[in-house]
Every structure is written in structure tokens, then in C-alpha cells.
């Protein structure tokens, strides 16, 4: 069996709806500030995977899986 490193970042926004009850405008708020989170790091991943400079560096990866309420990205 062989293991490799990962760096890991995930994140799960469940369990928000209570925190928000009765403020629609801090609940739209924070569903734009997650939506551009979601897209600036989508975009950071594309830009890692087609640099130039990381693929002389080293034969390193970033992928991103958005699920539900989760996002999770990971480099190896």
C-alpha cells in the first residue's frame, strides 16, 4: 500500500438555518459571501493546476468536490 500527503480543506455550512431565523438579510448575505468563497476558490484551484511555475516545482495537484452543503478542496 502506498500513502501520499494531502493538504485538506472542507468545510460544511449545516446547521446555519437556526443562526439566521428571523434575519433574511444576514441569510442572504452570508449565501453571497459563501457563494464567492466557493468561486474564488474554484478559481485557485484551476489557477494551481495550470501553472507553469508549480509544474516545475513538483507533480502537485489541487481538486475541489462541492456536494450538498459541503465543499472540500485537496492538493497533493
Not at 49 to 76: C, G, H, I, P, T
Amino acid at each position: 500500500m502506498e500513502f501520499s500527503d494531502y493538504y485538506i480543506a472542507y468545510f460544511d455550512v449545516l446547521g446555519c438555518k437556526s443562526f439566521f431565523s428571523g434575519n433574511e438579510q444576514a441569510e442572504l448575505e452570508f449565501v453571497q459571501n459563501l457563494k464567492k468563497m466557493i468561486e474564488r476558490s474554484v478559481k485557485s484551484a484551476i489557477s494551481i493546476n495550470s501553472s507553469f511555475v508549480l509544474s516545475q516545482l513538483a507533480d502537485m495537484r489541487v481538486e475541489y468536490k462541492l456536494f450538498s452543503d459541503n465543499v472540500a478542496l485537496w492538493m497533493y
